[in-house]
C-alpha cells in the first residue's frame, strides 16, 4: 500500500460540500501561530494546507499502516494518536469555520507524510474508521517525524503526556477498538452497570461472577424509543408513556442507559491493575468484561389484521431502577388500552385475544474487555509517572470514584476479600460522584417473567 497512489472518488459521490469533496487537508504538525495557509480558490487565515488534487501523492502512507508499525509498543500507539487527535482537533476547527460543516472521523481517511511526519486528512469516508483521542489539548511538543528518531521514544512520551492526555487517550480509542461482546438476561435479571465481570465463554449474564463495581454511583436510563425510527411516544402526566396500536405493530420499542462509554472506561482503566492486584489475577485478562451498556427492548409480534384502535402504555424508566446503578424489568412494565387515559387496564390474555400484538421483552448487556498489552501499557506509564499501578492512586488523583471488590465473589476469587483494604473501601465511598453518570449489575433468579400480568 505504501507506492500506490489513492485516486479519490467524484465530488458528486460525496456528501461533503461540493468543491471541498475529494480534497486533502497536510494538517501542520507544529505547535506555533505562525504557519502558513495556503487553500486554492478561498481565502482563509487557518493553519493548515488544502489542496484539490484528485490523487493522494506516492509519499502519503495509509494512517492505519503507519500506526500498525508501532503495535509493539502500547505508549507509542498512544502518543501517536494523541498527538494527531490535537492536529484533527485543529483542522476540524479550521474546517468548520471555512465551510461551516463539522468534520467527523467518519467523513475523511487519515494518512502520514512520510518525509515530514504530518497527519494528512483526506475528506473522503474511510474504509476503516481510526479513533483518535478525545478532544486533548494538552499534548505538546515534538513532531511525529522527531519522535521517530529519538534514541529513547518511551522516555520522552512519559515526559511529555499528561497522565489525563494519557487516560482519555486510552479510553477515547480503546472504548472502540476493544473487544466487545453481547450478553443476554432473563427479565429478571438485574444488571449493574460499570460493574467487572467474569463470564468465560458465556453469553448469558446469568453465568457470570462480579468481581468489583462502583459503589453508589448514580446511573438512569433514557426516554423509550421505537426502535430504528426514532419515534418518541407521548409521556402522560404519570410518567408512563403513550403510543397509538398502529404505530408499534411488528416493532421493537427499546430503552436504553445514558452512560456516557468514554467515562466509564477512563474510570475503569485508571485502577484496573489495582483490582488484578487485589485478586491476585494475574493472566488471562481478557476474560474480565466491563458492562458499559444495557438495552431493554420490547419486541411487539406482526397482527394478522389491523390491530383494534387503543393504546399501549409503558412504564417510567425510574421503574426500572433498584438501585443506584442497577437495572430490572419491572413487573408490569407495558399494559394495553382502548381508553387513552390508560384508566382501564386491558390483561395481556385478553389483548391478545381481541388483537393487539404479542409483547416479548429481552435485555442486552453490551460489554467491553481488553488483552494484556493494554494493561501492561497503563501499569508501564503509571509507574513513568511515580504512581504506584497496585495502588488506586492514579483514580484517587484524578477524582473519579473507587472500584470496590464484590462481596459475592466465587472461587477462583474466594480470596479477594482478604486484599482489600477496609480504608480503600470506605475511601470508595467518599468520592463526590454528584455529576457521574455510571451504572452497575446483578443477577436474579428467575428464568422467565410471566407476561399474563
Given at each position: ?102 468534520l467527523g472521523l467518519g467523513d475523511c481517511t487519515f494518512w502520514i507524510n512520510r518525509s515530514t511526519g504530518r ?96 459503589p453508589g454511583v448514580e446511573a438512569s436510563l433514557g426516554d423509550w424509543d421505537l426502535f430504528l425510527l426514532g ?223
Amino acid at each position: 500500500m505504501e507506492d500506490e497512489t489513492h485516486t479519490a472518488p467524484d465530488e458528486s459521490s460525496s456528501s461533503l460540500t461540493p468543491g471541498i469533496a475529494g480534497a486533502t487537508w497536510n494538517i501542520a504538525g507544529s505547535y506555533n501561530a505562525s504557519r502558513d495557509i495556503i487553500m486554492h480558490g478561498c481565502t482563509t487565515t487557518s493553519n493548515f494546507t488544502f489542496t484539490t488534487a484528485q490523487t493522494v501523492p506516492p509519499n502519503l502512507i495509509t494512517f492505519q499502516h503507519f500506526l500498525e508499525r508501532f503495535h509493539h509498543s502500547h505508549l507509542s500507539t498512544v502518543y501517536i494518536l494523541a498527538l494527531c487527535d490535537v492536529d484533527f482537533n485543529e483542522a476540524s476547527r479550521d474546517v468548520y469555520n471555512t465551510i461551516q460543516k463539522p468534520l467527523g472521523l467518519g467523513d475523511c481517511t487519515f494518512w502520514i507524510n512520510r518525509s515530514t511526519g504530518r497527519l494528512c486528512v483526506e475528506l473522503t469516508p474511510p474504509s476503516y474508521i481510526t479513533f483518535l483521542g478525545d478532544d486533548l489539548d494538552d499534548v505538546r511538543g515534538m513532531e511525529v517525524i522527531d519522535y521517530l528518531n529519538a534514541p529513547n521514544p518511551e522516555i520522552m512520551i512519559s515526559e511529555l503526556m499528561t497522565l489525563k492526555a494519557y487516560q482519555n487517550t486510552c479510553a477515547a480509542h480503546w472504548e472502540l477498538e476493544a473487544d466487545g461482546r453481547c450478553l443476554t438476561a432473563s427479565p429478571s435479571t438485574t444488571v449493574k452497570m460499570r460493574a467487572v465481570i467474569c463470564c468465560g465463554s458465556s453469553n448469558n449474564l446469568a453465568d457470570s461472577v462480579e468481581i468489583a463495581s462502583l459503589p453508589g454511583v448514580e446511573a438512569s436510563l433514557g426516554d423509550w424509543d421505537l426502535f430504528l425510527l426514532g419515534a418518541v411516544g407521548e409521556v402522560t402526566q404519570d410518567g408512563w408513556t403513550r403510543f397509538p396500536s398502529n404505530d408499534v405493530v411488528d416493532t421493537s420499542i427499546t430503552i436504553g442507559d445514558t452512560v456516557p462509554r468514554v467515562e466509564t472506561c477512563r474510570i475503569w482503566l485508571s485502577q484496573a491493575n489495582h483490582i488484578f492486584s487485589c485478586i491476585r489475577f494475574t493472566s488471562n485478562v481478557e476474560d474480565l468484561d466491563l458492562v458499559h451498556s444495557v438495552h431493554f427492548e420490547l419486541k411487539l409480534s406482526a397482527t394478522e389484521e389491523k390491530p383494534p384502535p387503543g393504546f399501549l402504555f409503558l412504564c417510567p424508566a425510574a421503574s426500572f431502577k433498584t438501585g443506584p446503578s442497577s437495572f430490572r424489568w419491572p413487573d408490569i412494565p407495558a399494559y394495553w388500552s382502548l381508553d387513552p387515559s390508560g384508566a382501564e387496564r386491558i390483561s395481556m390474555n385478553e389483548a391478545t385475544q381481541i388483537g393487539f400484538p404479542a409483547i416479548d421483552l429481552t435485555t442486552d448487556i453490551w460489554t467491553r474487555s481488553w488483552d494484556d498489552s493494554v494493561y501492561a501499557g497503563l501499569r508501564h506509564f503509571h509507574q513513568a509517572k511515580t504512581f504506584n499501578p497496585e495502588t488506586p492512586d492514579v483514580a484517587r488523583h484524578l477524582g473519579y470514584p473507587l472500584y470496590q471488590l464484590s462481596s459475592k465473589v466465587d472461587p477462583p476469587f474466594a480470596h479477594v476479600e482478604e486484599a482489600w483494604d477496609s480504608d480503600e473501601a470506605e475511601s470508595a465511598m467518599d468520592v463526590d460522584i454528584d455529576e457521574l453518570d455510571s451504572d452497575s449489575g446483578e443477577e436474579g433468579d428467575w428464568d422467565r417473567m410471566n407476561l399474563s400480568w
